[in-house]
Nanobody
Framework: QVQLVESGGGLVQAGGSLRLSCAAS????????MGWYRQAPGKQRELVAS?????DYADSVKGRFTISRDNARKTAYLQMNSLKPEDTAVYYC?????????????????WGQGTQVTVSS
């Protein structure tokens, strides 16, 4: 079974930094895209950053957040600098990957369990 495990969330003051990690495990042949989404209370889940052939960022985080990948470790990172209270949300890792499902190789989207990021003013 494929699992995405996030870590690195927490409480930080405005202007501070956090680094999130997302490690994929399971019988994985390849990872096409890894990305980070977030969902604040009462709001829809939104894309924060993704890393496929290139990187893509939400306008609200450009210049402050950086996504990176370590393909050998099947891990994605999100470095978050100059954090603002409006960045407070549960952050979810997402990966589109090719994995063995017990009967065949199949491409699917997978989600982590989420990690809370709280930025105090």
């Amino acid at each position: 079974q494929v699992q995405l495990v996030e870590s690195g969330g927490g409480l930080v003051q405005a202007g501070g930094s956090l680094r999130l990690s997302c490690a994929a495990s399971g019988r994985i042949a390849s990872i096409n895209v890894m990305g980070w989404y977030r969902q604040a209370p009462g709001k829809q889940r939104e894309l924060v950053a993704s890393f496929g052939g290139s990187t893509d960022y939400a306008d609200s985080v450009k210049g402050r957040f950086t996504i990176s990948r370590d393909n050998a470790r099947k891990t994605a990172y999100l470095q978050m600098n100059s954090l603002k209270p409006e960045d407070t949300a549960v952050y979810y890792c997402n990966a589109h990957l090719l994995a063995w499902d017990g009967r065949s190789w199949d491409s699917n989207d997978y989600w982590g369990q989420g990690t809370q990021v709280t930025v105090s003013s």
